[in-house]
């Protein structure tokens, strides 16, 4: 089963001066690893207008100094589900070719003919 992972970042000058994308980032796949998990998808979070008026709010009542900002979004999965160690793929078996056979001759045609006519005698088959 995937996990997300939600990685909070901030914006104005204390966001600017402490926050580290590629640091925050880091530290979550460094968790992520120590848990035995994989990295499967980074995504980008994004803000509906709502959030983004909330947050001009709160940077407007914070004088500049601080706002909660979009992050990123980490997908992850166990180890034990990955691709490359599930073992060996198992294909089903090929699927059996029906056919067709002409019921005033005895033509036999492989596949599912019905409604064809018969190359031989001309009967629908």
């Given at each position: 089963?995937?996990?997300i992972?939600?990685v909070n970042?901030?914006?104005?000058i204390?966001g600017?001066?402490?926050t580290?994308?590629?640091r925050a980032?880091?530290q979550?796949?460094r968790?992520?690893?120590?848990?035995g998990?994989e990295?499967?998808f980074?995504?980008?979070?994004?803000q509906?207008?709502?959030?983004?008026l909330?947050?001009l709010?709160?940077l407007a009542?914070t004088?500049?100094l601080?706002?909660?900002?979009?992050?990123y979004l980490?997908?992850?999965?166990p180890?034990s589900?990955a691709p490359?160690?599930?073992g060996?793929?198992?294909e089903?078996p090929?699927?059996?070719?029906s056919?067709?056979?002409?019921?005033?001759?005895?033509?036999?045609?492989?596949g599912?003919?019905?409604g064809?006519?018969?190359?031989?005698c001309?009967?629908?088959?």
């Amino acid at each position: 089963m995937n996990n997300i992972h939600r990685v909070n970042l901030s914006s104005g000058i204390i966001g600017m001066l402490v926050t580290s994308p590629k640091r925050a980032l880091s530290q979550c796949l460094r968790e992520a690893s120590a848990n035995g998990e994989e990295l499967v998808f980074v995504l980008p979070d994004h803000q509906n207008v709502f959030q983004l008026l909330i947050n001009l709010l709160i940077l407007a009542l914070t004088l500049l100094l601080w706002c909660p900002a979009p992050g990123y979004l980490v997908i992850t999965r166990p180890r034990s589900i990955a691709p490359s160690t599930a073992g060996p793929a198992h294909e089903p078996p090929p699927a059996k070719m029906s056919s067709t056979e002409c019921s005033k001759c005895g033509k036999s045609y492989e596949g599912d003919l019905r409604g064809q006519y018969c190359e031989v005698c001309g009967n629908r088959l």
